[in-house]
């Protein structure tokens, strides 16, 4: 059984019968009746998506997924293509079927992605908690700001906008959590 707090983007569940992944995280609502998690969910089987509100603390029936590990391949457009590590095959999801993910994945990474299927069919993937990407824009950063409080917009080389910290600047390569897309830290690896 899943509660509302553990389901993340790529989580599978049934509700009202029906399984559904997730696709975003819309975001969280307090009030006088508690939590609320709001989610961008699309329907496995029919392909349909859907936004719902979720109270804190409901449960639902986790859905048996397969897992295969692959790598990404090449993307063209709006199909994302993987290779799949033991058998070589290529598999293919739509940026939509990827959601969020899309994102954070790049084909000069290399990082393995691991692909889930409902009854032999690719419905989304699995991504390490933390990825690095670099900023291909964002505003000039300010000297002696190291705090980390305030943050800025900043465009990622995969063309998604985040928020970084207001030292950061062009060119620099950081951290980012997959769950929600935040700012980690910048990246060791210069």
Do not use: W
Request: glycine share 10%; proline share 3%.
């Amino acid at each position: 059984m899943l509660q509302t707090n553990e389901i993340r983007v790529g989580t599978a569940f049934m509700y009202d019968g029906a399984p559904f992944i997730v696709q975003r995280l819309l975001g969280q609502k307090s009030g006088r009746a508690g939590m609320v998690t709001k989610l961008r969910v699309k329907n496995i089987v029919t392909g349909s998506t859907q936004d719902l509100g979720l109270d804190a603390g409901e449960k639902f029936d986790e859905v048996a997924l397969e897992e295969k590990t692959t790598r990404l391949s090449y993307i063209d457009g709006e199909d994302f293509h993987f290779m799949d590590q033991e058998t070589y095959d290529d598999v293919i999801l739509t940026k939509e079927d990827l959601g969020d993910n899309a994102g954070y994945i790049s084909p000069e990474d290399e990082y393995d992605v691991t692909i889930t299927y409902y009854e032999g069919k690719a419905v989304g993937i699995n991504l390490p908690i933390n990825v690095t990407r670099t900023i291909t824009y964002c505003e000039p950063g300010i000297k002696g700001d190291t705090s980390g409080k305030s943050t800025k917009p900043a465009t990622l080389d995969t063309g998604i906008e985040v928020k970084v910290p207001l030292f950061c600047n062009t060119d620099d390569r950081i951290v980012i959590d997959t769950r929600d897309g935040s700012f980690v830290e910048r990246a060791k690896d210069k």
